[in-house]
């Protein structure tokens, strides 16, 4: 195992912005990048947050590249690549190993449901054989509220033993708790770094012997996770999870994604932060006005956030 | 309303051969949907059963322009165009507009669940808005059980009276009569055509006054199904439902896409239809065998069927 290359700490799936046409605009997405590096957080662009599903192959490949071009380091980033139909999984895939980045996140096929244990196995090998590069470091993306099609122990087990190379880890999005601790339990003493879906578990992540989180709120918040991952093992661990979890509580009373995006327009001042692609919809002034407000009653910060606009 | 355009009748959406590396095969392609329009039936190409979903944007373009340059008559196909993107779901039904497809069908956007009706409204308009020909003509594909995602009569009546020449029509594979019976009762009388999402409901939409079925077995049992469409006024009509409901029942004891494409194999002797793409699997010995033997109980036929090998 090429040890220097495992990923750990707190990692976003960066918010994509968008102009008022709905393109995306890379200016805006080179600085959020860059933010988001200088806080410490890892960047895993192109996940459920991103709205990476909304964006074509295209599309991703391009801010891939701009962002490189901007000099963002590859070896924090960790890309989603998995879609529905092989070949552009491996398409996007391919192209992430090959510009240096050091994993991707990778969801199953995620179309057809009810699809079996053997069905998502051959998926995955699909994928790997076809981009056969010793650098290829897969993160498996579980995310059964969204995808509807979850990635079982037994299905890790398999791809483990197959690709013990490949298969570097894990994205638990189930919100269930019970879940992340069996993957930490049967997995991570293999070597396959177990991720929390989001900061809410990342205390008991890293007491579980799991290397961090990968957390939407990243891409708002990120100072006070990244010093619970830096912490955690200080008496105000759990004073500091608590923190998180009250300004996350805000966010998630509302549609998550335009609601962290109407916090960067807030603070950076640029309106334009608040466009989401159908079929998402932005929030309306009311909701803003709410949404602040709670913010603003549990001391939130963006430090430096006029960079964003 | 350009009425010669109106398609009704029994569509298939055409299961996709592939080779046993997982490319696609055009040769076998075009001949299933020679066949297919031999036997009266129009061509989905690119539905849920023609595993679309595990295609690039990449192959379905290249499927199609094989098609049309094999002669086949694109005044009968309704290609499936709707993917997660919107700028692909553009790209795909610009295509198929130019092209001189009939019509197309289109799945909502489908990755995120519980998105609004405002955002799946936003997302058809922003297709037809880009899309900006009068040739177009959208058949809704209403299909939760897969999708996860609804297309309501609430937002079918946004989007029949915002776009009425667009708007033409829907699949309704929700499986769930009373949902059809509502598009019909609300819908149909404004010229918004309703096609049952399988045979299973083809004379009880013919008697509420839609126009056809879209149904995947319509690619391994083609004649009844149309023999029912022509003859649904007849006294025997429901008679020649039981029949068409005997032989689907069979092809429902097994995974859908892999026991059609076992028929095929069998029926025609070329067992490379039996390839499914990942993560669908294909049935093993034992499943062939049965689904033989039941098929073989209620006389199930394949007329012409070595015309597929």
Redesign the interface.
């Known amino acids: 195992m090429a040890t220097a290359q495992r990923l750990q700490g707190v990692f976003s799936p960066v918010l994509t912005p968008f102009n008022p046409d ?1 393109s995306p605009a890379p200016d805006r997405f080179v600085k959020h990048c860059r933010w988001l590096i200088e806080q410490g957080v890892g960047l895993s662009v192109f996940g ?1 947050n991103s709205e990476a ?7 991703k490949c391009d801010l891939l590249d701009t962002l490189l071009e901007a000099g963002l380091p590859a070896e924090r980033m960790m890309p989603g690549t998995g ?6 999984t491996i ?1 996007l895939t391919r192209r992430a190993v090959q510009r240096g980045c050091a994993g991707v996140l990778m969801l ?6 009810g ?2 244990e ?3 196995y ?2 995955f090998a ?1 994928v790997i054989d076809a981009v056969a590069d010793e650098r290829l470091r897969i993160y498996l993306y579980h995310i059964p ?5 979850p990635i079982t122990p037994g299905l890790v087990a398999r791809l483990l033993k197959a690709y013990p190379r490949a298969i570097a880890g894990m994205k638990d999005s189930s919100g269930d708790w019970k879940n992340t601790a069996t993957m930490l339990a049967e997995f991570q003493p293999q070597g396959f770094d177990v991720f929390a879906g989001s900061e809410t578990f990342l205390l008991a992540t890293l007491r579980g012997g799991g290397v961090g989180c990968i957390t939407a709120t990243g891409n708002v918040n990120p100072g006070p996770i990244v010093a619970l991952h830096r912490h955690w093992q200080d008496a105000d661990a759990d004073a500091r999870q608590a923190g998180l979890d009250a300004t996350r509580g805000v966010f998630q009373q509302f549609p998550m994604i335009p609601a962290m995006k109407a916090a960067i327009a807030w603070k950076s001042g640029n309106d334009a932060w608040c466009t989401v ?5 932005e929030l309306n002034a009311e909701q803003r006005t709410t949404l602040q407000a709670a913010l603003g009653r549990v001391g939130f910060e963006m430090p430096n956030a006029a960079s964003l606009a």
Do not use: I, M, W
């Open positions: 709905y459920t599903n909304s964006l074509s192959v295209k599309e879609v529905c139909a092989l070949p552009e398409e199953p096929p995620f179309y057809y449901k699809v079996s053997e069905g998502l051959r998926a699909t509220p969204v995808s509807q099609v692609r159908p079929p998402l919809v």
